[in-house]
């Protein structure tokens, strides 16, 4: 029988596994010889103390043969004659993994996707960062595997009470991941291997009679009798299903005037706005492990945090060790910002979201106040002065981060990853007085924790504003349609029921099991791999 301990060691002697077979050895009281082996069951860095340490979690076999890592098996049916199909509007995580639920179920999942595959996709990115050309159906957000492929491929979420963590990450390794998924306390696949995955995903739903239609654009619904019965695109097609799953991501705006037009309910719902903040790694990296050089057997620093600010809440989002900061607009004439990292986190860099949080009570005005696009065009309108003061192109307004705080122009700027480029503008001409002057503060009291963060090494570049959806789509609480559309589902980011590629993949599953409920088909879960 597999014993299971918990060991505290350095950095390189968590990467030795003679060293950790000799600890299981110590711990046990048997002998090196008879330790046939280990699996990692999960492993975090603590480095709160002037030493980091490494926290294992390990499966060890003492006297039996290692087995290798236990997973569940995903079974999928071939769908091609099923006599039920279901449109799903989105190829994110939250459409794939409804459709791969699906699939396993028996039902025929047909997707449509406004942008591109993954592979197609690359040269509308290429264009936006070396042209400032925005493809509006095929950019960050928008095309195969949604704004999560080309925006970091970070797995961690907060949501248990959602779905089956371990079951999401489980598809991941069936498709391609890296293992250490499985155990990492804050696992990335990285934005360099991530459409290998979204690839096999897709592969998979054809192999077993699924469709998926790229650059497929809906403009019209049907609704008959409260029933969604088709929609159709902007390329002339029509697609007609049995229910209709909406997994359009947080920056679908388009749909949400759609819904808006057709008088189906939306809500506005509040989000964050700020910048991006980029340090030299290696500044990062001495701030968080308390030493001048990092280990070369620890990662590149993260940090996370978060302050009040006069009753609101400032906060890091999306932090990229070792990452680069990436234009994500969806339209001409915005300026968007986000941040990736490759599966190594190598780059020089390293980047943040800070943000504050948004809701009706800071754009509330007589013409606004019913309004549920209130908040996304409050969005846009930032989004689009930040645009004019880069100059185009996606040039994007930046500033030291002392300079900032202590309201001075910056006379120039480091070096910064941004390709297309940044301009020195004070920030105060581009952030609404409530976001810029909180961000302020927000910096100055986190540099009471962080000395070194505080540092005009460091420079501002916005706007980050594509936190979360600022609308939220409705649904019933049980069986998860829209309360006006018995046939339509909303799901993921773009509904606002997520925060993340691994909380918008169960939401989507969530969603399929809900339709698969309503018609009667008994849902079975999913074996599970053995719990620790």
């Known amino acids: 029988m597999p014993q299971i301990i918990q060991v505290r060691v350095k950095p390189a002697e968590a990467a030795a596994d003679l060293f950790l077979k000799q600890l299981i050895s110590q711990h046990k009281g048997v002998p090196l010889s008879s330790i046939q082996g280990f699996v990692i069951l999960k492993k975090s860095i603590d480095a709160r103390g002037k030493t980091t340490w490494v926290n294992l979690t390990l499966q060890a076999f003492i006297n039996e043969p290692t087995e290798i890592r236990p997973l569940r098996t995903f079974s999928f049916k071939d769908v091609s004659k099923a006599p039920k199909q279901v449109i799903i509007i989105g190829a994110g995580p939250a459409g794939l993994f409804a459709a791969l639920r699906l699939l396993e179920a028996g039902i025929k999942p047909i997707i449509l996707e406004r942008g591109k595959d993954v592979r197609a996709r690359r040269r509308d990115l290429a264009a936006m960062n070396r042209e400032g050309v925005v493809n509006p159906d095929s950019n960050y957000c928008f095309g195969e595997g949604g704004a999560g492929t080309y925006s970091d491929g970070k797995l961690y979420t907060r949501s248990q009470k959602r779905g089956d963590v371990n079951r999401i990450l489980e598809l991941f390794v069936r498709f391609g991941a890296d293992e250490r998924i499985l155990y990492e306390s804050h696992p990335h696949i990285g934005t360099n291997k991530l459409p290998h995955v979204i690839t096999k995903m897709r592969e998979a739903i054809l192999e077993f009679g699924g469709e998926i239609h790229f650059e497929q654009c809906i403009n019209e619904l049907k609704i008959i009798d409260g029933k969604l019965t088709a929609v159709r695109t902007k390329q002339g097609n029509s697609f007609s299903g049995h229910a209709f799953i909406l997994a359009t991501g947080h920056s679908a705006r388009d749909i949400f005037e759609l819904l808006h037009r057709n008088k189906l309910a939306i809500e506005a719902k509040s989000f964050a706005l700020g910048v991006r903040v980029e340090h030299p790694q290696q500044l990062i990296d001495r701030t968080q492990y308390h030493c001048e050089t990092r280990d070369p057997f620890l990662p590149p620093a993260a940090y996370s945090w978060v302050e009040q600010v006069n009753g609101k809440g400032v906060f890091s989002f999306c932090m990229c060790p070792g990452g680069i900061i990436a234009p994500a607009a969806t339209a001409p004439g915005e300026l968007v910002v986000n941040g990736w990292s490759p599966s190594k986190r190598n780059n020089p860099y390293a980047n943040s979201g800070i943000v504050v949080s948004v809701d009706m009570a800071d754009v509330r005005t007589k013409n606004n106040l019913q309004d549920p696009l209130a908040l996304l065009r409050f969005q846009q309108q930032v ?150």
């Open 383 to 532: 989004e689009q002065l930040a645009f004019k003061a880069g100059g185009g192109n996606l040039q994007a307004p930046a500033q030291r981060l002392v300079d900032f705080c202590e309201n001075r122009s910056s006379i120039n700027l480091p070096s910064c990853s941004y390709v297309p480029g940044i301009v020195s503008v004070n920030l105060k001409e581009v952030l609404p007085s409530f976001i810029h002057e909180r961000l302020q503060l927000g910096f100055k009291q986190i540099a009471q924790k962080m000395r070194t963060y505080y540092t005009n090494d460091a420079v501002l570049v916005a706007t980050e504003s594509r936190t979360s959806s600022p609308v939220r789509i409705p649904r019933d609480a049980e069986k998860l349609h829209h309360p006006q559309v018995s046939t339509l589902f909303p799901c993921g980011e773009g509904a606002g029921y997520a925060g993340g590629i691994v909380s918008a993949a169960m939401d989507g599953e969530r969603v399929a099991v809900a339709i698969l409920q309503q018609w009667g088909i008994k849902t079975t879960p999913p074996s599970s791999s053995p719990s620790v």
